[in-house]
């Protein structure tokens, strides 16, 4: 299996552009979840879906961010317009049912200048 | 609610030497545990996870934890640890049934040769 799939694995932008982050679960896995990744707040939870629907969005920092999963392989997480405070590693993970781990993508990590 | 606390952001051993990285949690329920490492530049790969069964787990590369309730501690160790272990160790835990995972801000492991 190819493991959870992100891309862009890097990206630089400029404040106030918009930047769209990628990512494929593990076929099968039906949980989906972004996280941010910064030395200051360590791993956060941004936003959680199962079976393509969003469960909980509480930790998606602001109106600026969103996210969506059209189908069962596919989710972005959009932030427009970005700002350099959003620099970060941004992970996705999936998952298959309940109680069972993580896996992790390796992350796209965005730098706003 | 649920809390994760890991002792010690840095921790320093020599080549060969014990590994022990502690991990204290918080929950009203037995949870489920987590540990991840994560080496520079990539995303969380799963150590080991304890679900109700065996107190005592083993992961991949010679790790292991032991549960321990009296205590609400799930301590990292390796007999004797190896340049490869340097990186990043995260405990996490979660309740049964539940989809979210509350993270510890991480250990960072080095080894001296």
């Known amino acids: 299996d190819a493991g959870v799939i992100q891309s862009p694995r890097h990206e630089v932008t400029e404040m106030g552009q918009e930047v769209t982050l990628r990512c494929k679960p593990i076929?099968?896995?039906?949980?989906l979840f972004w996280y941010r990744q910064t030395m200051m707040r360590g791993l956060e939870l941004l936003i959680y879906?199962?079976?393509?629907?969003?469960?909980?969005d509480s930790g998606m920092p602001e109106d600026r961010f969103s996210a969506k999963m059209p189908n069962a392989s596919f989710s972005t997480l959009k932030i427009q317009p970005s700002e350099p405070r959003d620099s970060a590693v941004y992970f996705c993970?999936?998952?298959?049912?309940?109680?069972?781990?993580?896996?992790f993508g390796p992350g796209t990590r965005l730098t706003v200048l | 609610a649920q809390s994760v606390t890991q002792l010690g952001s840095h921790v320093s051993v020599s080549e060969g030497a014990l590994v022990l990285l502690r991990c204290n949690y918080s929950?009203?329920?037995?949870?489920?545990l987590f540990w991840y490492v994560q080496y520079p530049n990539q995303g969380l790969q799963l150590l080991l996870k304890?679900?109700?069964?065996?107190?005592l787990v083993k992961g991949i590369n010679g790790f292991e934890a032991e549960f321990k309730k009296s205590e609400t501690s799930f301590h990292l160790t390796k007999p004797s640890a190896h340049m490869s272990d340097a990186a990043e160790y995260f405990c996490?835990?979660?309740?049964?049934?539940?989809?979210?995972?509350?993270f510890g801000t991480g250990t960072r492991l080095k080894v001296l040769a």
């Open positions: 879906f199962n079976n393509n629907v969003p469960i909980d």
């Open positions: 996490a835990v979660s309740d049964q049934g539940t989809y979210k995972y509350i």
């Open positions: 304890y679900t109700s069964a065996a107190t």
């Open positions: 929950s009203s329920v037995p949870p489920y």
């Open positions: 076929s099968g896995h039906n949980s």
């Open positions: 993970a999936s998952r298959l049912g309940e109680n069972n781990e993580q896996f």
